[in-house]
């Protein structure tokens, strides 16, 4: 089954803590993955890409294919990241799963 | 730059009354999507079209009929409305790159 699992609802941090948002996905192919965000009173935007290894507004993530994951990480939260996180897997030429989002809260 | 724009934002419907949302990218984009998101369901895929004139089902069709109506335009029709399809409906545009998504403010649409 094609599936992309994120496990938490809520991650609250303070400002400059790290930050973890975890992904996990299931998927008989070669995977291709990406984190898409949603700031408050902002359209779903694409963050970033697993095949452009790239490191975008202070984000990071890698493919583990033995751990089937992607976790999106930040090693100093601010607070302009607090927004709704989505990982989403690439299943087919047109096919993009999504998983259930993450509310990342970064507090002063 | 609008990209991509979704009529209406909002919306309330008897059960059994029948809706158009619709659907317009200004990016010169083939591919375009409908989405539903539910809490704690994420986003799912209910139709696309790949190319003008080209039309295929997503995870979660049953209940709707769209229309690639140009390559511009791209509209979701419920024909008779239900409670279960009360829900947040997105609209989506791509380039050939894998993956993108450029989506538009999303439609609320509630049935009574």
């Known amino acids: 089954a094609q599936r992309v699992t994120q496990p938490e609802k809520l991650l609250s941090v303070f400002k400059g803590a790290p930050v973890e948002l975890k992904c996990n996905y299931s998927?008989?192919?070669?995977?291709?993955l990406f984190w898409y965000v949603q700031y408050s009173r902002q359209r779903l935007q694409l963050l970033l890409r697993?095949?452009s290894r790239e490191s975008i507004k202070g984000f990071t993530a890698d493919l583990n294919k033995g751990e089937t994951s992607f976790h999106l990480k930040k090693p100093f939260a601010q607070e302009e990241d607090s927004a709704m996180y989505y990982c989403?897997?690439?299943?087919?030429?047109?096919?993009?799963?999504f998983g259930t989002g993450t509310r990342l809260l970064v507090s002063p | 730059n609008a990209g991509v724009t979704q009529t209406p934002k909002f919306q309330v419907l008897k059960t059994g009354q029948s809706m158009t949302l619709q659907c317009a990218q200004d990016?010169?984009?083939?591919?375009m999507y409908w989405y539903r998101q539910d809490p704690g369901m994420g986003l799912r895929l209910i139709y696309y079209?790949?190319?003008?004139?080209?039309?295929d089902k997503g995870e979660v069709p049953n209940g709707y009929n769209v229309s690639r109506l140009n390559k511009r335009e791209f509209s979701l029709r419920l024909e008779s409305a239900a409670p279960s399809q009360t829900s947040v409906y997105f609209c989506?545009?791509?380039?050939?790159?894998?993956?993108?998504?450029?989506f538009g403010d999303g439609t609320r649409l509630s049935i009574l």
């Open positions: 989506a545009s791509s380039t050939e790159t894998p993956g993108e998504r450029h």
């Open positions: 998927y008989s192919g070669s995977p291709e």
């Open positions: 697993h095949i």
């Open positions: 989403a897997l690439r299943t087919g030429f047109q096919k993009l799963v």
């Open positions: 990016m010169n984009h083939n591919s």
């Open positions: 079209s790949a190319s003008e004139g080209t039309t």
